[in-house]
């Protein structure tokens, strides 16, 4: 099971099923509110994010119980908070740069930069948190059954003994 074939396919479903899921969350945001759906465009950092961590928590430690889909479900959604914070920080400091470039050396108001991108992150973070579960985590549970399947392994020899 745990083959460069079940890597390969496991890392293409997953970053195909995170775009989908990002697609899924825009429409309910859209749907319910029809303000908050312009805030899924900072988590499309977790379209590579998914991928990614799960490879590190489910291929690399060759455990994809249901508890590690839960835990992958949990960090995926850190990890793009982080990226989405670490993209607004950039974004914070070339807006300095520009700024500074044609006006005044030194901009109070830019030392809180930092402040604002957590602040932003965490007040997105906040309205984005049940869509994502919402979405998120039966996405989540249906590539690991999807991929059981495939692969030939029952539920219950997946995780570690």
């Known amino acids: 099971m745990w083959s ?3 890597l390969f396919f496991g890392l293409a479903s997953g970053a195909i099923l995170a775009a989908l899921s ?11 509110t029809g303000v908050f759906a312009n805030y899924t465009a900072f988590a ?3 379209i590579a994010m998914y991928p990614l961590c799960w490879w590190r928590l489910v291929f690399s ?4 119980s249901k ?3 839960g835990s992958l479900v949990a960090l995926t959604y850190g990890a793009s908070c982080a990226v989405a914070c670490v ?3 950039v974004s914070m400091a070339n807006e300095w740069t520009v700024l500074s470039a044609t006006g005044p050396k030194f901009n109070p108001l830019m030392v809180a930069a930092p402040l604002l991108a957590i602040s932003l992150t965490t007040i997105g973070a906040s309205i984005m ?5 919402i979405v998120a985590t039966p996405v989540a549970f249906a590539h690991r ?7 030939g392994k029952r539920a219950s020899e997946t995780a570690r003994t």
Request: net charge positive; charged share 15%.
């Open 44 to 46: 499309a950092g977790g």
């Open 129 to 133: 948190a049940i869509p994502y579960a």
């Open 87 to 89: 993209l607004m920080l």
């Open 4 to 6: 460069k074939r079940f």
């Open 67 to 69: 508890g590690q889909t």
């Open 145 to 151: 059954a999807m991929m059981l399947w495939l692969f």
């Open 61 to 64: 430690a060759r455990d994809y």
């Open 22 to 32: 990002l697609a899924g969350i825009w429409l309910a945001l859209e749907a319910a």
